[in-house]
């Protein structure tokens, strides 16, 4: 069974940078990056297919978030450059072995690592 792991969450400045690490158990088409702050519902972030093709899927975190995979390592990264308060969320990342193109639908996936929290803050 696939199992997910999130790593490199931690407490960060207002402009800082984070990369969190979503590492698989095994090889996996379709990886997408999730995040929940206090009171809302889980939004999609990006998605990266097995290509390397990248999803956005938030608006506030274009230009600032980019994700990319080593398929070598079965790892996935979620770099966050210009960090906001705004962006402080537990994140995770997600799988389904089923997709072949990217979602942001947070339905649409059925493995969940136990998410990362990120804190922005001064």
């Known amino acids: 069974q696939l199992r997910l792991v999130e790593s490199g969450g931690g407490l960060v400045q207002p402009g800082g940078s984070l990369r969190l690490s979503c590492t698989a158990s095994?090889?996996?088409?379709?990886i997408g990056w999730f995040r929940q702050a206090p009171g809302k519902e889980r939004e999609g972030v990006l998605c990266i297919s097995g290509s390397g093709a990248s999803t956005n899927y938030a608006d506030s975190v274009k230009g600032r978030f980019t994700i990319s995979r080593d398929n070598t390592k079965n790892t996935m990264y979620l770099q966050m450059n210009s960090l906001k308060p705004e962006d402080t969320a537990v994140y995770y990342c997600?799988?389904?072995?089923?997709?072949?193109?990217?979602?942001?639908?947070?339905?649409?996936?059925?493995?969940w690592g136990q998410g990362t929290q990120v804190t922005v803050s001064s």
């Open positions: 095994g090889f996996t088409l379709v």
């Open positions: 997600a799988a389904e072995p089923r997709l072949t193109d990217c979602s942001g639908f947070a339905s649409m996936y059925s493995v």
